[in-house]
């Protein structure tokens, strides 16, 4: 199907998707066995979301894509102009299939292709984003448990590649379950500073030095991340990248995550102790709303509102 035939047939009831220059139901995606991604996990990987139906940040997520292509050697300037006009068109086809007021994650994946070619593999598709697990998240927080498993350090690859090569996140949420089951990985750098938790961005705050993010080069670059920085700048709090270890992250006034599905939220403990004031804290509470206003909806409210549907 192409996305001509698409646009012309919104009656459609099947989740659609993008694969290699073609519209298919989602559930065709696939993968050859001989595909370099599936072969060596060199697959670079993009998520985003929509609020109120519409993708979020979709230049500056296109544009770390591009960056990371780049890692791989794989020419983007053609490329992804159409990746990003099919992602518009599949979310407004699959946000349709949706219930009233509820929104989509999209993920897009390319891959070097499969040995016998130099074409790369492209899937771009839709998911639902997990209401009930950020509606808990919001509510009362999440718990950390600091791993043995360490950050990738930037002499294996870019800090800014976003890639689907997880298996120190894989093993390191792995590992923080088997000592609290309902506890995600926080990752150290080689160096023991703190990192980054499993697929998301962490920050402190204090309300004497402001919010404080590990340094650049020892974390993915998250847009939501990006995000807030500029929040706090609207805020008239102070904002800064600089080392910090676990014990400094549980002296902190409050301590808080972000990722593109959940945007913002707070960590309640981390290693069994209490992290500053857990989902109550002023900072992240304020943090959300000003979220909230930026994208046109209350998420806190969005998640919960769901929840209980």
């Keep these: 199907m192409s996305l001509r035939q698409l646009n012309s047939d919104r009656s459609n009831p099947t989740p659609i998707a993008w694969f290699n220059d073609d519209i298919v139901p989602q559930g065709q995606l ?168 499993s697929t998301a961005n962490l920050l402190i705050f204090n309300k004497d030095v402001g919010l404080v993010s590990p340094r650049k080069e020892n974390i993915l670059p998250g847009i939501s991340l990006t995000v807030l920085e500029n929040l706090a700048a609207q805020l008239g709090v102070d904002f800064q990248y600089a080392d910090f270890s676990a014990a400094d992250l549980l002296e902190a006034d409050e301590v808080m995550l972000c990722s593109t599905s959940p945007s913002v939220w707070a960590v309640c403990e981390c290693n069994g102790q209490v992290c500053g004031a857990g989902a109550n804290g002023e900072m992240v509470r304020a943090l959300q709303r000003e979220f909230s206003d930026l994208v046109g909806l209350d998420i806190v409210a969005q998640a919960a509102e769901l929840t209980a549907r």
């Design 30 to 197: 696939r993968i050859e066995l001989d595909d370099i991604g599936f072969v060596m996990g060199t697959t670079i990987s993009e998520r985003l979301r929509t609020f109120g139906g519409q993708l979020f940040q979709v230049d500056e997520h296109f544009a770390r894509l591009a960056l990371s292509l780049e890692s791989l050697g794989i020419t983007s300037a053609e490329l992804l102009p159409r990746v990003q006009a099919a992602a518009v068109d599949i979310v407004a086809h699959n946000i349709a299939l949706c219930g009233m007021g509820s929104d989509l994650g999209l993920a897009v994946l390319i891959t070097p292709g499969r040995a016998a070619t130099s074409e790369p593999t492209v899937l771009v598709y839709t998911s639902a984003l997990p209401f009930a697990e950020m509606h808990s998240w919001y509510s009362s927080g999440v718990s950390l448990q600091v791993s043995s498993h360490r950050q990738v350090p930037e002499n294996c690859w870019p800090s800014h590649l976003k890639c689907r090569s997880r298996m120190h996140y894989y093993l390191a949420d792995q590992e923080a379950r088997s000592k609290q089951s309902d506890a995600r990985a926080l990752l150290l750098d080689q160096h023991g500073n703190v990192a980054e938790a």
